[in-house]
């Protein structure tokens, strides 16, 4: 931990009270620094206390700050940039406990997965100058920087072990006191390399990027020396590994969960199938039924095989393990294969199956060629909202060039924060600023305005019905929700967005809408048309009302939709926060109607 960060203040306030906050907290006292107080913004939480910690609000750390000499370390991972916005209107100093760090030591992979942009990326494909990769983590440790203890992955493209320098690598970031998850598709993974990581590095993190785990997907990984079969036996042989030397990080095996793959754009109305792993849903039950059985084994042979160093490892974490925390961890087999819900299987000690959604990354031509021909792509682009959905904002990664740009996705360095070949560094005052800049204006950067995330498909076909229901809610407006009487609506915030791709040349647009306030409410709809080359939307109708309090109504607005041309409707309306949610109008049904 960079302690040196820390001189010059008399009291220390850990805001966030989630696992990042107790790992802060277990990091501080190991130090010998006492901890003043946490904050949190969760009003539950406040006037409690945390292992003996007292939890104080938003408003008390601000009087707090004023009578002591106080920093407050934002201790967070999804929320660290809205903290810190929050942070910097009350005028309060702050760093971060930790942030992720993407190193990427090399661009070249052993693989070149169908499912991965790397054959795509048109920056030139290199290794991380040693002399740069060095300068940068020291720089990170700097009394100039603003993280306590970085959280460092060695990679964006490529594979680590590729990497000569991978090595060096590591023991920089032993040398000093970072954080480290290694990322790896293990086919590289020798009995030798096993035995340094595991005793040389006791607090490495491993996640093995297993994706879709079916033979069939193997051979899209265009593996050229391994089996489907050997590779995996080398995912057992890694993890019996981690036994054999009593390590204590965690081992992860990221995988791909096909539901989650299919339902990765939310906004599609249609089936894109992009990724298969298994013909059916029984399919993969069996297979998890297979691979868990397999997996509930090796922890019995691992209990017997090694009986000192399973107690030894038994319960315990990884120095910031709540990374992987994400979803419920199961333990038992048969709930984790009859679940719906994202979940994760530990099967053994600090050894877990998890399932995630599939990234898109930032190679907008890879995007594209995943799309069938007979659907229509379009990117969400709205500034304003853009970071409260980010949990990526002020993140960073230092790509092979030396380019230090905004995010892991940003692969072609669209939004370059610091160039280390000419001697900028992270924790420049004018890198800082920059990335302040982006944080609070996503629009300076295009992978930010065009983010894969925000991604919207529509269907093509021509439907010959007279009615197209509109799907595609964008942005601003809450998940579903179920009134009293079991009726699915979604209810809008401020300014809200509901995209429609007419598929038949419609005259109506037709609303089914509820107030949700207790008091009258103006409402203002708005129809507009997106020209394509100027991808910008124009304004073409609008549309007011007054709902009483609770009233609900239907109503038909004319309008001429031209089939096969994008519209925006938005939704404009005073919120107001009723049972803590932050509320406009509830939208039962939309519809084009000819």
């Not at 959280?151 to 040398?175: A, S």
């Not at 280390?420 to 944080?439: F, P, V």
């Not at 295009?446 to 076909?461: P, Y």
Request: glycine share 4%; aromatic share 14%.
């Amino acid at each position: 931990m960079n302690t040196q960060l820390l001189n010059g203040y008399d009291k220390y306030v850990l805001f966030g009270t989630r696992p990042i906050g107790i790992q802060a907290l277990r990091q501080f006292r190991e130090a010998g620094i006492e901890v003043a107080c946490f904050c949190d913004n969760d009003e539950s939480k406040w006037n409690t206390k945390i292992d003996g910690v007292k939890v104080i609000s938003p408003l008390g750390l601000q009087d707090f700050v004023s009578r002591e000499n106080a920093l407050t370390v934002v201790c967070s991972s999804y929320a660290k940039h809205l903290i810190a916005i929050q942070l910097e209107e009350m005028n309060i100093p702050y760093i971060y406990f930790s942030k992720p760090i993407f190193v990427e030591i090399t661009s070249f992979c052993n693989q070149a997965c169908t499912f991965c942009p790397y054959e795509y990326i048109k920056r030139p494909k290199s290794h991380l100058n040693p002399k740069l990769m060095k300068e940068f983590l020291h720089d990170l440790k700097s009394e100039n920087s603003d993280i306590l203890y970085p959280t460092v992955y060695p990679h964006v493209m490529g594979e680590p072990l590729v990497c000569k320098h991978f090595f060096d690598f590591m023991d920089t970031c032993k040398e000093l006191g970072f954080y480290v998850c290694v990322v790896t598709n293990w086919a590289l993974l020798s009995p030798d390399i096993q035995k340094r990581l595991f005793t040389e590095y006791p607090d490495l993190d491993i996640v093995l990027s297993l994706q879709g785990p079916t033979k069939k997907v193997f051979e899209w990984r265009k593996e050229k020396k391994l089996t489907y079969e050997q590779w995996i036996d080398i995912m057992f042989e890694v993890m019996e590994a981690k036994f054999k030397y009593a390590h204590h990080g965690a081992i992860q095996i990221s995988t791909i969960f096909p539901d989650r793959a299919n339902k990765l754009w939310t906004r599609s109305d249609c089936d894109l199938h992009l990724f298969e792993w298994y013909d059916s849903m029984e399919e993969f039950t069996q297979w998890k039924r297979d691979f868990g059985g397999r997996c509930a084994a090796f922890n019995d042979e691992m209990r017997q095989k090694y009986p000192e160093n399973y107690e030894t490892i038994k319960d315990a974490t990884s120095p910031v393990s709540y990374y992987f925390n994400l979803y419920n961890v199961l333990k038992d087999l048969e709930q984790w294969v009859n679940t719906d819900e994202p979940a994760q299987f530990e099967f053994a000690p600090n050894i877990h199956i998890y399932s995630k959604k599939f990234g898109i990354w930032g190679v907008e031509e890879y995007f594209k060629s995943l799309i069938p021909n007979d659907k229509y792509l379009h990117y969400e682009e709205n500034y304003h909202a853009l970071t409260e959905k980010c949990d990526r904002v002020g993140d960073v990664a230092l790509l092979s060039s030396g380019q230090l740009v905004s995010c892991c996705i940003d692969n072609e360095a669209d939004f370059v924060f610091a160039d280390l070949n000419k001697g900028e560094k992270y924790s420049d005052a004018k890198t800082q600023e920059r990335i302040r800049e982006l944080r609070d204006n996503l629009s300076l950067s295009q992978i930010c305005r065009r983010c894969k995330a925000r991604a919207l498909v529509f269907d093509k076909t021509e439907l010959n019905e007279k009615t197209q229901p509109l799907t595609h809610y964008g942005i601003r407006w809450h998940g579903k929700r179920e009134n009293d009487s079991g009726e699915v609506y979604r209810a809008s915030y401020e300014l809200s967005y509901i995209f429609a791709f007419p598929r038949i040349d419609a005259n109506f647009l037709t609303l089914d809408i509820a107030s949700l306030q207790d008091k009258k409410q103006f409402t203002l709809i708005k129809i507009l048309d997106y020209d394509e080359e100027t991808e910008l939307f124009t304004e073409r109708k609008n549309y007011s009302m007054q709902l009483k309090p609770g009233e609900r109504t239907s109503l038909s607005i004319p309008y001429e939709f031209e089939k096969g041309k994008l519209h925006r409707v938005d939704f404009i309306t005073a919120t107001q926060r009723i049972n803590d949610k932050d509320d406009g109008v509830a939208v039962y049904s939309a519809c084009l109607r000819v």
